[in-house]
Protein backbone atom coordinates (compact mmCIF):
# COMPACT_ATOMS: atom_id res chain seq x y z
CA UNK A 1 0.00 0.00 0.00
CA UNK A 2 1.24 3.43 -0.35
CA UNK A 3 1.24 6.84 1.86
CA UNK A 4 -0.81 8.46 -1.14
CA UNK A 5 -4.49 9.78 -0.20
CA UNK A 6 -6.50 9.78 -2.93
CA UNK A 7 -8.77 12.70 -2.93
CA UNK A 8 -12.49 11.94 -4.42
CA UNK A 9 -13.00 13.72 -7.35
CA UNK A 10 -16.31 14.70 -8.52
CA UNK A 11 -16.15 14.80 -12.10
CA UNK A 12 -14.89 11.20 -11.88
CA UNK A 13 -18.33 10.15 -10.09
CA UNK A 14 -16.33 9.32 -7.37
CA UNK A 15 -18.16 7.50 -4.30
CA UNK A 16 -15.91 4.95 -2.87
CA UNK A 17 -17.47 2.00 -0.86
CA UNK A 18 -16.64 1.46 2.81
CA UNK A 19 -19.43 -0.40 4.47
CA UNK A 20 -18.11 -3.81 4.79
CA UNK A 21 -21.17 -5.55 4.69
CA UNK A 22 -22.56 -4.16 1.73
CA UNK A 23 -19.52 -5.08 -0.53
CA UNK A 24 -19.69 -8.88 0.83
CA UNK A 25 -23.76 -8.43 0.22
CA UNK A 26 -22.76 -7.50 -3.38
CA UNK A 27 -19.79 -10.13 -3.86
CA UNK A 28 -22.34 -12.84 -2.76
CA UNK A 29 -24.63 -11.53 -5.52
CA UNK A 30 -21.83 -11.81 -7.88
CA UNK A 31 -20.95 -14.88 -6.75
CA UNK A 32 -17.81 -14.83 -8.90
CA UNK A 33 -16.15 -18.61 -9.60
CA UNK A 34 -12.68 -19.82 -10.64
CA UNK A 35 -12.21 -19.52 -14.38
CA UNK A 36 -15.01 -16.87 -14.62
CA UNK A 37 -13.77 -14.04 -17.04
CA UNK A 38 -14.75 -10.54 -14.88
CA UNK A 39 -14.74 -7.32 -16.22
CA UNK A 40 -15.10 -4.51 -13.47
CA UNK A 41 -15.68 -0.70 -14.57
CA UNK A 42 -14.58 1.76 -12.46
CA UNK A 43 -12.69 -0.49 -9.92
CA UNK A 44 -11.53 2.90 -8.11
CA UNK A 45 -9.81 1.91 -4.67
CA UNK A 46 -10.28 -1.55 -4.96
CA UNK A 47 -13.28 -1.88 -2.45
CA UNK A 48 -14.70 -4.59 -4.23
CA UNK A 49 -11.88 -6.14 -6.62
CA UNK A 50 -10.33 -7.62 -3.67
CA UNK A 51 -13.13 -10.47 -3.06
CA UNK A 52 -13.83 -10.53 -6.74
CA UNK A 53 -10.11 -11.49 -7.64
CA UNK A 54 -10.13 -14.04 -4.32
CA UNK A 55 -12.99 -15.26 -5.88
CA UNK A 56 -10.15 -17.14 -8.66
CA UNK A 57 -11.96 -15.73 -11.62
CA UNK A 58 -10.15 -13.67 -14.17
CA UNK A 59 -10.66 -9.96 -13.35
CA UNK A 60 -10.04 -7.24 -16.44
CA UNK A 61 -10.51 -3.88 -14.63
CA UNK A 62 -11.35 -0.49 -16.55
CA UNK A 63 -10.25 2.78 -14.67
CA UNK A 64 -10.33 6.41 -15.99
CA UNK A 65 -8.49 8.55 -12.94
CA UNK A 66 -4.78 8.30 -13.74
CA UNK A 67 -4.01 8.79 -9.97
CA UNK A 68 -5.52 5.71 -8.90
CA UNK A 69 -3.70 3.54 -11.51
CA UNK A 70 -0.23 3.50 -9.14
CA UNK A 71 -2.86 2.81 -6.11
CA UNK A 72 -4.47 -0.67 -7.71
CA UNK A 73 -1.17 -1.65 -9.42
CA UNK A 74 0.27 -1.40 -5.93
CA UNK A 75 -2.68 -3.45 -4.54
CA UNK A 76 -2.85 -5.62 -7.30
CA UNK A 77 -0.17 -6.35 -9.96
CA UNK A 78 1.23 -9.21 -8.29
CA UNK A 79 -2.07 -11.65 -8.54
CA UNK A 80 -1.50 -13.28 -11.54
CA UNK A 81 -5.84 -13.35 -12.30
CA UNK A 82 -5.78 -9.32 -12.25
CA UNK A 83 -5.25 -6.85 -15.87
CA UNK A 84 -5.83 -3.42 -15.42
CA UNK A 85 -6.77 -1.38 -18.29
CA UNK A 86 -5.83 2.44 -17.60
CA UNK A 87 -9.20 4.16 -19.90
CA UNK A 88 -12.64 5.16 -20.98
CA UNK A 89 -14.84 2.59 -20.51
CA UNK A 90 -17.44 4.45 -22.49
CA UNK A 91 -14.63 3.97 -25.63
CA UNK A 92 -13.53 0.66 -24.24
CA UNK A 93 -13.87 -2.02 -27.18
CA UNK A 94 -15.14 -5.10 -24.76
CA UNK A 95 -14.84 -7.55 -27.51
CA UNK A 96 -11.11 -7.44 -27.31
CA UNK A 97 -11.52 -9.37 -23.99
CA UNK A 98 -13.58 -12.19 -25.58
CA UNK A 99 -15.10 -13.36 -28.51
CA UNK A 100 -16.80 -16.15 -26.72
CA UNK A 101 -20.73 -15.73 -26.86
CA UNK A 102 -22.27 -15.21 -23.25
CA UNK A 103 -18.33 -15.25 -21.55
CA UNK A 104 -17.71 -11.71 -19.94
CA UNK A 105 -19.26 -11.17 -16.65
CA UNK A 106 -19.64 -7.31 -16.19
CA UNK A 107 -19.34 -5.85 -12.65
CA UNK A 108 -19.04 -2.18 -11.03
CA UNK A 109 -20.32 0.76 -8.75
CA UNK A 110 -20.53 2.66 -11.70
CA UNK A 111 -20.26 6.58 -11.54
CA UNK A 112 -23.42 7.44 -11.91
CA UNK A 113 -22.98 10.69 -14.45
CA UNK A 114 -22.25 8.14 -16.70
CA UNK A 115 -24.15 5.07 -15.97
CA UNK A 116 -26.74 5.47 -18.32
CA UNK A 117 -24.73 5.97 -21.72
CA UNK A 118 -22.51 2.98 -20.05
CA UNK A 119 -25.14 0.50 -20.34
CA UNK A 120 -26.44 1.05 -23.59
CA UNK A 121 -22.46 0.53 -25.02
CA UNK A 122 -22.64 -2.59 -23.00
CA UNK A 123 -25.67 -3.28 -24.80
CA UNK A 124 -23.59 -3.48 -27.89
CA UNK A 125 -21.55 -6.36 -27.05
CA UNK A 126 -24.88 -7.94 -25.54
CA UNK A 127 -23.55 -11.42 -27.09
CA UNK A 128 -20.85 -11.77 -24.95
CA UNK A 129 -22.23 -10.75 -21.61
CA UNK A 130 -23.35 -13.06 -19.76
CA UNK A 131 -24.60 -10.71 -16.76
CA UNK A 132 -24.05 -7.52 -15.26
CA UNK A 133 -24.12 -6.11 -11.57
CA UNK A 134 -24.16 -2.74 -10.77
CA UNK A 135 -24.67 0.01 -8.27
CA UNK A 136 -27.02 2.81 -9.39
CA UNK A 137 -28.60 5.63 -8.67
CA UNK A 138 -32.17 4.05 -6.36
CA UNK A 139 -34.15 6.07 -8.73
CA UNK A 140 -32.38 4.87 -12.27
CA UNK A 141 -32.79 0.95 -11.29
CA UNK A 142 -36.40 1.68 -10.50
CA UNK A 143 -36.76 2.77 -14.78
CA UNK A 144 -34.62 0.04 -15.65
CA UNK A 145 -37.14 -2.63 -13.77
CA UNK A 146 -40.27 -0.45 -14.09
CA UNK A 147 -43.48 -2.04 -15.93
CA UNK A 148 -45.58 -0.62 -18.24
CA UNK A 149 -48.25 1.89 -17.19
CA UNK A 150 -46.39 3.40 -14.75
CA UNK A 151 -43.91 6.98 -14.43
CA UNK A 152 -41.24 5.35 -14.42
CA UNK A 153 -41.36 3.04 -17.51
CA UNK A 154 -39.81 4.86 -20.48
CA UNK A 155 -36.88 4.52 -23.24
CA UNK A 156 -34.52 3.69 -20.57
CA UNK A 157 -36.85 0.59 -19.52
CA UNK A 158 -37.99 -0.26 -22.93
CA UNK A 159 -34.47 -0.74 -24.69
CA UNK A 160 -32.76 -2.64 -21.85
CA UNK A 161 -35.92 -4.95 -21.29
CA UNK A 162 -35.57 -5.72 -25.13
CA UNK A 163 -31.40 -7.10 -24.69
CA UNK A 164 -31.69 -8.25 -20.53
CA UNK A 165 -33.81 -9.31 -17.76
CA UNK A 166 -33.78 -6.80 -15.12
CA UNK A 167 -33.53 -7.55 -11.40
CA UNK A 168 -33.48 -4.79 -8.69
CA UNK A 169 -31.74 -6.85 -5.89
CA UNK A 170 -31.02 -4.11 -3.11
CA UNK A 171 -30.80 -0.99 -1.79
CA UNK A 172 -27.99 1.16 -0.39
CA UNK A 173 -28.22 3.87 1.70
CA UNK A 174 -25.84 7.22 1.18
CA UNK A 175 -23.70 6.18 4.45
CA UNK A 176 -22.29 2.66 2.84
CA UNK A 177 -19.86 5.69 0.31
CA UNK A 178 -17.49 8.03 1.31
CA UNK A 179 -17.67 10.49 0.26
CA UNK A 180 -21.81 10.03 0.82
CA UNK A 181 -23.50 11.23 -2.44
CA UNK A 182 -26.94 12.76 -2.20
CA UNK A 183 -28.95 10.06 -3.34
CA UNK A 184 -30.56 6.20 -2.66
CA UNK A 185 -28.54 3.72 -4.89
CA UNK A 186 -29.12 0.26 -5.43
CA UNK A 187 -27.81 -2.89 -6.77
CA UNK A 188 -29.29 -4.19 -10.24
CA UNK A 189 -28.52 -7.43 -12.15
CA UNK A 190 -29.14 -7.45 -16.11
CA UNK A 191 -28.76 -10.68 -17.69
CA UNK A 192 -28.83 -10.37 -21.64
CA UNK A 193 -31.79 -13.03 -23.01
CA UNK A 194 -30.26 -15.78 -24.77
CA UNK A 195 -33.12 -15.11 -27.36
CA UNK A 196 -34.89 -12.07 -27.98
CA UNK A 197 -38.12 -12.20 -26.34
CA UNK A 198 -39.64 -9.56 -29.04
CA UNK A 199 -37.02 -9.22 -31.54
CA UNK A 200 -37.37 -6.12 -34.08
CA UNK A 201 -36.57 -6.31 -37.60
CA UNK A 202 -34.22 -3.21 -37.09
CA UNK A 203 -33.49 -2.81 -33.19
CA UNK A 204 -32.12 0.86 -34.75
CA UNK A 205 -36.17 1.57 -35.53
CA UNK A 206 -37.18 0.46 -32.56
CA UNK A 207 -34.97 3.10 -30.84
CA UNK A 208 -36.19 5.94 -33.21
CA UNK A 209 -39.82 4.76 -32.31
CA UNK A 210 -39.55 4.92 -28.37
CA UNK A 211 -37.03 7.62 -28.38
CA UNK A 212 -39.90 9.68 -30.42
CA UNK A 213 -42.76 8.59 -28.44
CA UNK A 214 -41.35 9.22 -25.31
CA UNK A 215 -40.32 12.75 -26.15
CA UNK A 216 -43.86 14.20 -25.49
CA UNK A 217 -44.69 11.38 -22.66
CA UNK A 218 -48.00 13.10 -21.80
CA UNK A 219 -49.44 13.46 -25.33
CA UNK A 220 -51.31 10.11 -27.64
CA UNK A 221 -48.94 8.32 -29.74
CA UNK A 222 -51.05 9.42 -32.79
CA UNK A 223 -50.02 12.72 -31.84
CA UNK A 224 -46.14 11.65 -30.50
CA UNK A 225 -45.62 9.32 -33.62
CA UNK A 226 -46.70 12.33 -36.71
CA UNK A 227 -43.92 12.32 -38.98
CA UNK A 228 -42.87 8.85 -38.16
CA UNK A 229 -45.84 6.46 -38.08
CA UNK A 230 -49.32 7.32 -39.27
CA UNK A 231 -52.89 6.63 -38.19
CA UNK A 232 -52.84 3.50 -40.83
CA UNK A 233 -49.70 2.49 -39.29
CA UNK A 234 -49.98 2.70 -35.58
CA UNK A 235 -53.59 0.45 -36.49
CA UNK A 236 -51.36 -2.43 -38.92
CA UNK A 237 -49.70 -2.87 -35.75
CA UNK A 238 -52.93 -3.14 -33.63
CA UNK A 239 -52.12 -0.58 -31.36
CA UNK A 240 -54.50 1.87 -29.78
CA UNK A 241 -53.56 5.85 -31.43
CA UNK A 242 -55.10 7.33 -28.59
CA UNK A 243 -52.85 5.71 -25.95
CA UNK A 244 -50.34 7.65 -23.96
CA UNK A 245 -46.43 5.82 -24.67
CA UNK A 246 -46.35 4.63 -21.21
CA UNK A 247 -49.36 2.72 -21.45
CA UNK A 248 -47.38 0.47 -24.43
CA UNK A 249 -45.82 -2.38 -23.66
CA UNK A 250 -42.44 -3.81 -25.55
CA UNK A 251 -44.05 -5.72 -27.58
CA UNK A 252 -46.18 -2.91 -28.88
CA UNK A 253 -43.61 -0.90 -29.06
CA UNK A 254 -41.86 -3.78 -31.66
CA UNK A 255 -44.49 -4.13 -33.36
CA UNK A 256 -44.65 -0.23 -34.44
CA UNK A 257 -41.10 0.01 -35.68
CA UNK A 258 -41.93 -3.11 -37.55
CA UNK A 259 -44.25 -0.56 -39.46
CA UNK A 260 -41.35 1.60 -40.36
CA UNK A 261 -40.03 1.31 -44.02
CA UNK A 262 -36.61 -1.40 -43.80
CA UNK A 263 -33.62 0.96 -43.37
CA UNK A 264 -31.05 1.10 -46.44
CA UNK A 265 -28.33 -1.88 -45.24
CA UNK A 266 -25.34 0.00 -43.96
CA UNK A 267 -27.09 3.03 -43.42
CA UNK A 268 -26.01 4.61 -40.21
CA UNK A 269 -28.76 5.25 -37.46
CA UNK A 270 -29.67 9.04 -36.70
CA UNK A 271 -31.18 7.97 -33.93
CA UNK A 272 -28.45 5.95 -32.25
CA UNK A 273 -29.10 5.95 -28.62
N1 LIG B 1 -15.46 0.62 -7.30
C1 LIG B 1 -15.04 1.65 -6.37
C2 LIG B 1 -15.84 1.52 -5.09
O1 LIG B 1 -16.88 0.85 -5.11
O2 LIG B 1 -15.43 2.10 -4.10
C3 LIG B 1 -15.19 3.05 -6.97
C4 LIG B 1 -16.58 3.44 -7.41
S1 LIG B 1 -16.75 5.13 -7.90
C5 LIG B 1 -18.49 5.34 -7.72
C6 LIG B 1 -16.62 5.11 -9.67
C7 LIG B 1 -15.23 4.78 -10.23
O3 LIG B 1 -15.31 4.84 -11.67
C8 LIG B 1 -14.13 5.73 -9.84
O4 LIG B 1 -12.98 4.99 -9.52
C9 LIG B 1 -13.88 6.59 -11.09
O5 LIG B 1 -12.58 7.11 -11.20
C10 LIG B 1 -14.19 5.58 -12.19
N2 LIG B 1 -14.61 6.17 -13.47
C11 LIG B 1 -15.27 7.33 -13.69
N3 LIG B 1 -15.53 7.51 -14.98
C12 LIG B 1 -15.01 6.41 -15.61
C13 LIG B 1 -14.95 6.00 -16.98
N4 LIG B 1 -15.49 6.76 -17.95
N5 LIG B 1 -14.34 4.84 -17.28
C14 LIG B 1 -13.80 4.05 -16.30
N6 LIG B 1 -13.83 4.39 -15.00
C15 LIG B 1 -14.43 5.56 -14.66
Redesign the pocket.
Known amino acids: MSDYQHRA?KR??????HDAGVIHRILRAIHARPGERLVE?????G??TEGLLDSGAHLDV????LD?IPILQGQFAERDNFTLHQG???KFDFSRLSEAPSSLRIV????YN?STPLIFHLLDHAHLIRDMHFMLQKEVVERLAAQPGGGDWGRLSIMVQYHCRVEHLFNVGPGAFNPAPKVDSAIVRLVPHAELPHPARDHRQLEAVVRQAFNQRRKTLRNTLKGLLDADAIAAADVDGGLRPEQLDLAAFVRLSDQLPPLHNGTPSENHV
Open positions: RFGQNFLIGPGQALVELDLDALGNLPI
